[in-house]
């Protein structure tokens, strides 16, 4: 099997975008999924569901939204100008925005149902041991909660390497900055391009099976552990 | 009425549709969006009943896709080469049929492109330009042999962004993130589009021609109306509407400033 350079280059891009996304998303997710695990606020409902959307929207809406938003004529276009970064759209640091958004339920959902999991008890002991909340979070929390700090990373990552329409939307399809993998693929295919697709898709392929089959082979066996 | 009263009168009601009404889709290259638009229209009213239905996208996909069967009874492709190469292939029921040779211009939505010439796109103040991707769609071929043949690929290929096809190219212009596109006239006279910035036209002697061709494919064989379609692509009103979108017509003079 032969990869070509710009399909090397296409995955190298996929792999550092995910990775980019999976950091910003564990400090961002983790504080919101811990909010949501632990609030009585009757907003909890409301947040809740803002953070789920990505998973029910079309990513063509995401991609409209953002493609306007990120615009020298949106809102976040005129504060990205303001700031000097310049407009997000079409560059590297657009698509890792754009995925925080797209791949924001996969961090925060299995993230929350770990922390709902280990309950009250845990933090009221560690309470009277006096840890500040803090101290309880990094001590009793993170070390109680690993499994799903890891399966939430993991899916990030996947999730955010099997984007696909919100990059055509707002990427460009700029080799090396936004051509990723899925758009790669794309292009080889319109481009009846079929053998180099077939390469690309086939690692894509093994990719993903070999995540999912990670995530569930040791699934049962943390809960027998 | 009860529920099964309420089937029958539907189930009624759907045979009941005129005896000779007839349905094709139309699978038509992005660049035709207005034109196609137009002559649809035209021929619904002198057809009524009949139903066409367009669908729109890049040239490349409608070619893959009809290989795998898709269900497309006529294809427009910005590019002769796509429905030449399925009729060879034996996916056609028709001759391959030139209907226009399409056109490349330089437009803005933000700034005047009349006033700019391909030179232009050097200028420090364009940071991002929109050309359909050339490794599969025609106009985006043709936007690169232009930029190549007047030596200025190489310094305007970092500020390049690529549509998918040249509607998709229009929109990241439209929408200011790319400050000029090449795309192709028939979609830049639009009067949505040409409201904005107006248009710079591309000497056609800067790249190979746009030569444009449609089919009728393998599975309309035999389907009146695609048949009834396809000739009226070479009507009188047909062809005032694809002059109208700055088309040059298969036997006009490809002669043009």
Redesign the interface.
């Known amino acids: 099997m032969h990869l070509s350079d710009s399909d090397l280059q296409a995955i190298w891009l996929t792999i550092r975008l995910a990775s980019i996304v999976t950091l910003i998303l564990l400090l961002v997710g983790t504080p919101i999924a811990w909010w949501l695990a632990r609030t009585k606020a009757w907003w909890k409902g409301p947040i809740g569901a803002v953070v789920a959307l990505p998973l029910v929207l079309p990513p063509s809406v995401l991609g409209f939204y953002l493609?306007?938003g990120m615009?020298?004529?949106g809102p976040v276009g005129h504060l990205t100008e303001a700031l000097g970064i310049?407009?997000l759209?079409?560059t590297f640091w657009g698509l890792v925005v754009a995925s925080v958004f797209y791949s924001l339920p996969f961090m925060v959902q299995p993230l929350q149902s770990a922390f709902e999991s280990i309950g009250e008890r845990p933090l009221e002991v560690a309470a009277t041991l006096r840890a500040s909340p803090l101290d309880a979070f990094f001590t009793v929390v993170v070390p109680l909660a690993w499994p799903g700090f890891l399966s939430a990373s993991i899916l990030t990552f996947a999730h955010t390497v099997g984007e696909f329409g919100v990059v055509?939307m707002i990427g460009?399809?700029?080799p090396g900055e936004t051509r990723v993998a899925s758009v790669q693929i794309y292009?080889h295919?319109?481009?009846?391009e079929y053998m180099q697709a077939h390469n690309l898709s086939a690692v894509m392929l093994v990719f993903s099976f070999v995540v999912l089959l990670t995530i569930y082979v040791w699934r049962p066996a943390r809960r027998a552990a | 009425m009860r529920p099964l009263h309420i089937l029958f009168f539907l189930c009624a009601m759907s045979v009941a549709l005129p005896a000779n009404a007839e349905k094709i889709t139309v699978a038509a290259a992005a660049d035709l969006k207005f034109a196609m638009d137009e002559i649809v229209t035209s021929f619904k009213q002198e057809n009524v009943g009949d139903e066409v239905e367009v669908i729109y996208g890049s040239s490349g996909k409608f070619n893959t896709q009809i290989q795998q069967g898709a269900p497309y009874d006529l294809y427009f492709s910005a590019d002769i080469a796509f429905p030449r190469a399925l009729a060879k292939a034996g996916l056609a029921a028709s001759e391959v049929t030139p209907y226009a040779f399409g056109r490349i211009v330089l437009w803005s939505a933000t700034m005047d492109a009349t006033q700019m010439t391909l030179e232009s796109l050097l200028d420090a103040g364009i940071t991002r330009i929109a050309i359909a991707n050339p490794r599969h769609a025609p106009y985006g071929k043709r936007a690169e042999e232009a930029l190549r043949s007047s030596g200025l690929w190489e310094k305007v290929e970092p500020k390049l962004v690529y549509g998918e096809n040249i509607a998709h190219t229009a929109q990241f212009v439209q929408s200011g993130n790319a400050q000029v596109g090449i795309i192709a006239l028939a979609l830049a006279v639009n009067p949505g589009l040409a409201g904005k910035g107006g248009y710079w036209l591309i000497p056609d002697k800067l790249h190979e021609p746009l030569e444009q061709g449609f089919i009728i494919t393998k599975r309309a064989e035999g389907k009146p109306l695609a048949k009834r379609f396809s000739d009226y692509m070479s009507s009188k009103s047909a062809r005032a509407v694809m002059t109208k979108y700055g088309f040059v017509l298969p036997d006009e003079t490809l002669a043009q400033p």
Do not use: C, R, S, Y
Not at chain 1, 189 to 192: D, H, P, R, S
């Open positions: 493609l306007l615009g020298p004529n310049g407009l759209p079409f055509l460009g399809n700029i292009d295919v319109e481009a009846l």
